[in-house]
């Protein structure tokens, strides 16, 4: 019996198919974190976090201490509304400081929800200061000093324990912290590994990483509400990396609370290990400071 051509072509690209998929069913099987050994899937989700710190700059990355970047952030109302932009700059000393400095040209009332205060004088435009240092925190507008409420403080301690740069450089050997793959996905159009992580405090992380560049692409960050029996999603997503000093930046970064967007930032740029001043983060230094950054935006 003669075979043509045409047939000859489809039984070995039938053949090639056979071997293929009888090839490929270990690897979809071991790559399913259903079905992984718990020190399997631990072991894959270290592979991606070793994986993502090395996209992010490796040991540039990881030593970093301090930060400074400066850009806008976009405003949005209680129904998710673009409202507008104000100016910061947001000067960070890792664990646990920071400043950040909103400048405004003209009257914003928002500032008040942004900043999380009441009280702060910034009804014609001008600057306010947040200033965070451990557990102590203060404010600068034009009233003067003055002491943050201890659940602004509160706040901010904890947006520092589920801050991922926090987590991938100072809390991975942590004390109860588990680590397990969570699959493959597309997530924003990119083909991403999920890594999934629970600290002791009961916050589960799961970041998804981008499986060819191995930049962060989106992170949630889910935490129990026992007041309105709910589990609450944080999510931050990141895009438009650039190489600033030694680290891979985000340079539009967006966050949302249970699918709802609350925060959008575009840096104009960031730098690293500036090597601050001593007194960035005291209290005696906000005023002096304040008067200076007025000055100069003038």
């Known amino acids: 019996m003669r075979i043509t051509l045409g047939q000859l072509v489809s039984r070995t690209s039938a053949a090639v198919a056979v071997f293929a998929a009888v090839c490929l069913v270990p690897l979809a099987h071991a790559q399913?974190?259903?079905?992984?050994?718990?020190?399997?899937?631990?072991?894959?989700?270290?592979?991606?976090?070793?994986e993502l710190i090395n996209g992010l700059g490796g040991p540039g990355y990881l030593e970093v201490r301090e930060s400074e970047c400066s850009g806008r952030r976009a405003?949005?109302?209680?129904?998710?509304?673009?409202t507008g932009y104000i100016d910061f700059d947001d000067f960070r000393h890792y664990p646990d400081k920071a400043?950040?400095?909103?400048?405004a040209k003209r009257h914003n009332t928002l500032l008040?929800?942004?900043v999380g205060l009441d009280g702060l004088d910034f009804t014609h435009g001008g600057m306010v200061i947040t200033l965070y240092n451990g557990d102590l925190?203060?404010?600068?507008?034009?009233?003067?000093?003055n002491e943050l409420p201890a659940p602004a403080v509160t706040d901010f301690q904890e947006a520092m324990k589920r801050n991922v740069d926090s987590l991938l450089r100072f809390r991975l050997n942590e004390p109860g912290l588990t680590i397990r793959f969570g699959g493959s996905d597309t997530v924003d159009l990119k083909q991403v590994q999920w890594v999934e992580l629970d600290d002791s405090e009961g916050r589960k992380y799961r970041l998804a990483v981008d499986h060819s560049t191995h930049l962060l692409v989106r992170a949630v960050v889910s935490t129990e509400d026992p007041e309105n029996q709910?589990?609450?999603?944080?999510s931050t997503i990141y895009t438009n990396y650039h190489l600033k000093d030694s680290v891979w930046t985000?340079?539009?970064?967006?966050?949302?609370?249970?699918?709802?967007?609350?925060?959008?930032?575009?840096?104009?740029?960031?730098?690293y290990n500036p090597s601050f001043p001593q007194d960035l983060f005291s209290k005696d230094s906000l005023k002096?400071?304040?008067?200076?950054l007025v000055s100069k935006k003038k």
């Open 32 to 50: 399913n974190p259903e079905t992984m050994m718990p020190e399997q899937s631990e072991a894959k989700g270290k592979q991606i976090l070793h």
């Open 75 to 82: 405003l949005f109302g209680h129904s998710g509304d673009l």
């Open 99 to 103: 400043r950040i400095e909103y400048i």
């Open 112 to 114: 008040l929800s942004l």
């Open 137 to 145: 925190g203060w404010s600068y507008d034009r009233s003067g000093i």
């Open 230 to 234: 709910q589990i609450n999603d944080d």
């Open 250 to 271: 985000p340079m539009q970064v967006t966050r949302e609370h249970n699918g709802r967007r609350t925060a959008q930032f575009f840096y104009d740029n960031c730098r």
């Open 288 to 292: 002096t400071r304040g008067a200076e």
